[in-house]
């Protein structure tokens, strides 16, 4: 009976979206009041029912109804609570469920939030909105559906496949999605702002806080996927250049330009064009990314199934929207007038600078992760495109990038000075320097670039508090003023530099770990020792443990300094899944400080012996410590009085400004 | 400076950046792609020791042994051709005899095939696509492999 009222009420959801599809823009074309305003209910009508869905679809999860196939084919009723919810997403069908959801969602926000959107714009952005939830909600009825009964129900469920078992699966699928489908409001203001033909400054200030959303979620979405891979995949990378973790960083990298061109847009109404091509490039990233996921094309973790029709659908969803959004593009954007003026060297030159390097790079991931499909497809070669192709084209196209951060919000608007602000980051460039020469001296055979990737970082991270200094003349003046200029000072300026603090800290980890972390392999019996890094590991043995759904085979281990302290004990684990005869490596973590010690058991040896990969991970909890500041910025920049959702009228903003100043 | 100059500054430094990653890549893409081959394919093109392929197949059962040093050494095959190959480390968590793998590394002179990546499977019906397709084209394909046991009785058409 849920089933079908789910089923049921994702069918009113898609006959909704329909009507929001159509209506409101006809009211815009004929400045119909009453059929523009229709977009707003609806919108909010639509997110109800599919809502309803997912709540239909997740109590069948809950409750273990394994009369539904969906739930049948991914959930066990030994399961515990939090995983038997968290599989909902755990599977194709849901995993649509949850983006739909999602979709809905930011298309209610924006009918409820958006109180003070220009009539039009708002009844076409919904409109577009609506587009894209009816073409998903579409493919959910006609390929995916989860509500689908079988005759028979089966007693037992053939479980969560074991990889996805994890508090991970609770985390990162919807912030991912939060950001993905966070841009398709972007995309939808762009689209609106096409059809009517009109955009101003006023139009970044209403997108940047949906940018800037999407922009956080998908920051810790990513970072939250690559600590899961990190911990749960055993051999302890945190990064693979695999194509489903491009598909996510290619539209973090479009997001970021597109945060920093409506900067631009917002303060001195230049990059207009620019940022809408950005705006439309960056759902359109997020469109690939789900095709390449979902349609099969590739095999991972992620491609929870292979029937050929969806991956069609999708290609098909793909084809209309960024093809009709990039023919919308050519047709409509030379209408748009031009901004400001600005000289090269100026706060909007290095913005233009950050986004030329941005979408480069962006460029490269997207070729590189496309390329050995385009090539099957054409010549049926099987080719493979490793992390040396990404290192060596990102790499190099992100380094300019990650120098030339710092001098940013340093620099003028219009026109800027680049020896005062060189002369500014003196105290950062000595601090680097330090840096590099203090990491040749620690240094025993590491590689000779690893000290210039500390130096970069620390120059970021010194250059984003020289920019805090600046702004709130550290040092210059007495500390009570100091206190009221840091206090006066917008929130998006503290958000702009955490978030930049927030990549040098990643930076950091990364070459660190890269350069510094050393691995051990062995096959070990009780009572062996193995020695790494400043540590030595004691294997004790193994036992078995039972859990709800599994049984783990643990192996004990205690760890010391090298000198003799006891630091504690290390418990990995072989984890086997009876429902699916399956196994999977439960790593230990023994955090020091940022640093990371890292052992995993392999299939014990006829011998009695246990294989283990043990690898020390210097600073490697940077890497995500810098995501979060990075998140942090972004939540501090959110709050930012003249970035609210509901934003506030042209007259106090204008007060608020002086006061700021 | 115009407004034009402006422009078309922008535009040279846009087209500059671009104009340098495409360098990169095509300088990438020259030695930085791994092809996958089936044992089939090994059998018939003579790859050259040292080049960097994936090799992909099935574990041929009853051919893995393990040495010392966690050494072990197994056989791929397609059905009509068997590749040696050695490796050294923890194997993944699925790995096992007669099921699906996919190998990196590269052929030795004496014609072993030396890997140093064992790709991990991520589930008891996954099938490494490659290697769906090389055994799909040997004509070894059976079709349970692609298939996850037990259907439910009167399942509906999926």
Redesign the interface.
């Known amino acids: 009976m849920i089933a079908e009222l789910g089923h049921y009420a994702l069918m009113l959801a898609l006959g909704l979206s329909l009507i929001q599809s159509v209506m409101p823009i006809i009211g815009t074309r004929n400045n119909d009041v009453v059929l523009m305003s229709m977009a707003v209910p609806t919108a909010l009508a639509q997110f109800a029912f599919v809502a309803m869905a997912f709540l239909a679809l997740a109590t069948c999860y809950v409750t273990s109804d394994f009369s539904v196939?969906n739930v049948?084919?991914n959930s066990n009723s030994t399961m515990p609570l939090l995983y038997r919810f968290t599989s909902v997403w755990g599977n194709h069908e849901g995993s649509m469920m949850l983006w739909v959801s999602i979709l809905t969602l930011f298309g209610a926000l924006v009918a409820a939030l958006g109180t003070n959107l220009p009539a039009k714009l708002k009844a076409n952005a919904l409109a577009v909105q609506a587009w894209i939830a009816a073409a998903f909600e579409l493919f959910i009825l006609i390929t995916s559906n989860p509500f689908?009964?079988?005759?028979?129900a089966?007693f037992q469920g053939?479980d969560l496949?074991p990889?996805l078992q994890d508090p991970g699966l609770a985390f990162h699928p919807p912030m991912l999605y939060l950001g993905y489908v966070g841009f398709s409001i972007v995309f939808s203001f762009a689209i609106a702002a096409l059809l009517e033909g009109r955009i101003d400054a006023a139009w970044a200030r209403f997108t940047r806080p949906w940018v800037l959303g999407a922009w956080m979620c998908l920051t810790l979405g990513i970072a939250g996927g690559s600590y899961w891979a990190y911990y749960e995949?055993?051999w302890g990378g945190f990064w693979f250049w695999d194509p489903v973790e491009n598909a996510s960083l290619m539209p973090w990298l479009a997001g970021t330009a597109l945060l920093h061109s409506a900067v631009v847009m917002e303060k001195r109404g230049a990059l207009k064009v620019w940022t809408i091509l950005l705006a439309i490039i960056a759902f359109s990233l997020s469109l690939i990314g789900t095709f390449l996921v979902r349609s099969g094309v590739?095999?991972?973790?992620h491609a929870f199934a292979?029937?050929p029709r969806r991956g069609i659908f999708i290609l098909a969803i793909l084809i209309c929207f960024i093809g009709g959004a990039l023919a919308l593009y050519a047709w409509r954007a030379p209408l748009l007038k031009?901004g400001g003026?600005?000289?090269?060297i100026s706060r909007e030159g290095a913005l233009?600078?950050n986004n030329?390097?941005l979408t480069?790079?962006c460029?490269?991931v997207f070729?590189?992760t496309l390329?050995p499909l385009a090539l099957e497809a054409l010549t049926g070669?099987?080719?493979?495109?490793?992390p040396?192709?990404f290192n060596?084209?990102f790499g190099?196209?992100f380094l300019p990038l990650l120098i030339a951060m710092p001098f940013g919000p340093l620099l003028g608007w219009k026109r800027g000075d680049l020896l005062a602000a060189a002369q500014r980051l003196l105290a950062a460039t000595i601090l680097a320097a330090l840096a590099i020469a203090a990491s040749f001296a620690l240094q025993r055979n590491g590689p000779v670039l690893a000290p210039f990737g500390v130096g970069v970082a620390v120059f970021i991270m010194a250059g984003a508090l020289v920019d805090l200094a600046e702004r709130t003349m550290f040092l210059r003046i007495p500390p009570a003023a100091m206190l009221r200029r840091a206090i006066g000072l917008p929130r998006s300026a503290w958000g702009g530099a955490f978030a930049h603090f927030g990549i040098g800290v990643t930076l950091m980890g990364i070459v660190a770990v890269t350069a510094w972390g050393s691995e051990r392999?062995?096959?070990l019996k009780p009572g062996d020792n193995i020695d790494i890094a400043h540590f030595r590991l004691t294997f004790d043995g193994t036992f078995a443990r039972p859990g709800p759904n599994y049984s783990d085979l643990v192996g004990h281990f205690t760890v010391r300094r090298t000198g003799g302290e006891l630091l504690g004990a290390m418990e990995p684990s072989r984890r086997t899944f009876p429902a699916?005869?399956?196994?999977?490596?439960e790593a230990a973590l023994m955090s020091r400080r940022l640093n990371q010690i890292y052992l995993?058991l392999?299939?014990p040896?006829?011998d009695g012996s246990v294989?283990?990969?043990l690898y020390f991970k210097p600073q490697v909890l940077m890497i995500w410590l810098g995501a979060v500041i990075m998140f942090i910025g972004g939540a501090l920049s959110l709050s930012d009085r003249r970035l609210r959702v509901g934003a506030p009228r042209p007259a106090k903003v204008a007060a608020l400004r002086v006061a700021a100043e | 400076?115009t407004?034009k100059q402006?422009r078309l500054?922008?535009i040279g430094?846009?087209i500059a950046?671009?104009a340098?990653?495409v360098a990169?890549?095509l300088?990438?893409?020259r030695?930085?792609?791994?092809?996958?081959n089936s044992p089939s394919d090994v059998a018939e093109k003579h790859i050259v020791p040292g080049t960097r392929i994936?090799l992909g197949g099935l574990v041929k059962t009853g051919s893995l042994v393990?040495g010392d040093?966690?050494s072990v050494h197994f056989e791929v095959t397609d059905g009509s051709h068997e590749t040696k190959v050695a490796y050294q480390?923890?194997?993944p968590?699925?790995f096992r005899e007669g099921q699906g793998v996919v190998a990196?590394g590269a052929f030795d002179s004496a014609g072993l095939f030396k890997a140093d990546t064992i790709l991990?499977k991520?589930?008891?019906t996954?099938m490494?696509?490659?290697v769906a397709?090389a055994l799909k084209k040997s004509g070894h394909w059976k079709d349970e492999y692609?298939r996850?046991a037990a259907m439910?009785?009167?399942?509906?058409n999926?």
């Open positions: 196939l049948y084919e689908v009964r079988i005759a028979n089966p053939r496949n990889v995949l055993g590739l095999t991972s973790v292979n029937d031009q003026l600005f000289a090269p233009v600078f030329l390097f480069s790079a460029a490269t070729v590189g390329y070669d099987k080719i493979s495109v490793g040396p192709f060596l084209t190099p196209l392999i062995a096959a699916r005869n399956m196994a999977t490596t995993s392999g299939d040896n006829p294989p283990v990969r | 400076m407004r402006r500054s922008l430094g846009g950046v671009l340098v990653a990169l890549m300088n990438a893409f030695d930085n792609i791994v092809f996958f994936r393990r040093h966690m480390g923890v194997l968590d699925l990196e991990a991520h589930d008891e996954y490494p696509k490659e397709d692609g996850r439910p009785v009167g399942g509906p999926k």
